[in-house]
């Protein structure tokens, strides 16, 4: 296996990229070129690596690398979010542990990867990473979401939402809300700022920040064959929005928020359902034939600290999947212990945070 780094790609290379992601059951749209800027605005220094096998590609990764807050010239992690990409599972393992062993990462503490492999594939994956000394850093041995099936009509969607959610969608239709499709990176800020207000922070999750939003919107969001933002409004008052992006026939339900302040205006409706739909309807016209709703439980009760964010979900009854873990490779221990530590203790703090916020919801 042969592998080359870039910090960019021609134009030739990325044509190259894209073919062979199109050609990959494992492919996510976090692992496309067009995500290099997003990962810039984030603070990442981008690595485009590509494998070869006698002259043709088995395998990318895009990697984000993160300066280490410890020693100034070295980089803490190198991250392949949804990457890398491979369609066999021994290859992926191989080529992780060759981009660790390039010259372009002699400075990297530790290599994570989150590809999306999904149930038995998952198993797999996991079997082939463990052998080649990867482990598990996820708090539990998978992440837990849910495929919605998208072969199939529209009517035939909307008949399996619950009871609640197709008694909202009947209401909300009859009324005056409408639903945009945003193309201005304005529109997008207003979302941004109502997600950030309402989901990530009372979450003790990291808000948004303009700079990401805004490169997601000039690579992603504004490439109707790439990604989408929905919003709902009644008259001039923002309901909602819901954000997807796509791979070649799975789309993500990547960000999605409610204002319930505004729901009062529409007789306090949930607008969840109208939103989904639209983001369903788009991505059966880009061709897709399942929707991740990134981050699913089939089971969930209000004690759990993700309730408010995984809840409604079960509105549109989504097929229960396990995905891989996080996996991490260790290239200098050492570093790699000293880098963990303060994330470990923000990990410690904010697991009791929610467990606080969960004990003050139950009373």
């Not at 981008?46 to 280490?68: E, M, N, P, T």
């Not at 539990?140 to 009871?163: A, C, K, M, N, Q």
């Not at 979900?313 to 050492?334: D, G, M, S």
Request: glycine share 6%.
């Amino acid at each position: 296996m042969d592998v080359e780094c870039y910090d960019d790609l021609t134009g030739e290379q990325i044509h190259e990229w894209r073919e062979f992601l199109a050609g990959c059951q494992h492919q996510h749209p976090r692992q496309d070129p067009r995500f290099a800027d997003v990962e810039r605005a984030l603070g990442g220094t981008v690595i485009f690596a590509i494998a070869r096998q006698q002259g043709q590609i088995c395998a990318v990764g895009l990697f984000s690398l993160y300066r280490s807050k410890l020693v100034a010239s070295r980089y803490s992690v190198a991250l392949a979010l949804s990457g890398p990409i491979c369609n066999d599972a021994e290859t992926l393992a191989e080529f992780v542990v060759a981009v660790s062993d390039h010259p372009r990462f002699a400075k990297v503490d530790a290599i994570k990867v989150t590809p999306y492999w999904l149930d038995g594939d998952a198993d797999r994956v996991h079997q082939q990473f463990t052998r080649a000394g990867l482990a598990i850093t996820d708090p539990g041995p998978h992440r837990d979401t849910g495929l919605i099936d998208l072969d199939r009509s529209v009517e035939e969607l909307r008949s399996s939402f619950s009871r609640s959610a197709r008694r909202n969608l009947r209401n909300i239709e009859a009324s005056d809300v409408e639903i945009r499709q945003e193309t201005s990176p304005d529109e997008i800020g207003i979302f941004f700022d109502t997600l950030n207000a309402l989901v990530l922070r009372p979450n003790n999750l990291t808000p948004v920040t303009r700079p990401e939003y805004e490169a997601g919107f000039r690579n992603v969001y504004n490439n109707p064959e790439a990604g989408v933002l929905f919003t709902a409004y009644y008259k001039d008052t923002f309901l909602g929005g819901f954000l997807l992006y796509r791979s070649r026939i799975t789309a993500f339900a990547r960000r999605f928020v409610a204002d319930p302040a505004a729901a009062s205006l529409i007789g306090n409706q949930r607008i969840a359902p109208l939103l989904w739909l639209r983001g369903m309807k788009w991505a059966i016209e880009q061709g897709c034939t399942n929707l991740d709703v990134e981050g699913y439980l089939p089971d969930i009760d209000r004690s759990h600290p993700d309730f408010a964010v995984l809840e409604y979900k079960t509105y549109f009854r989504p097929r229960h999947v396990r995905r891989v873990a996080e996996h991490t490779l260790v290239n200098h221990r050492l570093f790699h212990q000293a880098n963990v530590v303060p994330s470990q203790l923000k990990r410690v703090a904010r697991r009791g945070v929610r467990a606080a916020q969960a004990l003050t919801r139950t009373g």
